[in-house]
């Protein structure tokens, strides 16, 4: 899973660079090519997001990867962070879904 995630890491900011540069080029081809980019890295993340999930129940129980107290016990007494990837997933997804959102809306189409 790593390997995919590097993966996707490296679409992420390609797509990225790729919506950037949609400011001195507007035509509808490549602006229609990059919202499909984007949503296609949307799907590829929220796959990953559901597979850390996955991944982290299976090591530590039902739920515990959204349960406040395991977190809080597991970096107080623990001193770990497993959850860390899962929340660094979720904080890529975000911002992108609000893009993608925008790029979408009535306001920029």
């Not at 507007?26 to 949503?39: G, K, N």
Request: glycine content about 6%; aromatic content about 6%.
């Amino acid at each position: 899973m790593q390997k995919e995630a590097v993966t996707t890491l490296g679409e992420s900011q390609a797509v990225i660079d790729n919506i950037g540069g949609l400011v001195s080029s507007v035509d509808s081809q490549s602006f229609r090519a990059a919202i499909s980019r984007l949503e296609g890295l949307l799907l590829a993340l929220e796959q990953l997001e559901s597979k850390v999930y996955q991944e982290l129940e299976h090591k530590h129980g039902k739920g515990r990867p959204d349960s406040p107290g395991f977190r809080q016990w597991m970096a107080e007494y623990q001193l770990s962070f497993p959850m860390a990837n899962l929340d660094r997933t979720r904080d890529l997804i975000s911002p992108l879904r609000q893009l993608n959102a925008w790029l979408n809306s009535p306001a920029c189409v």
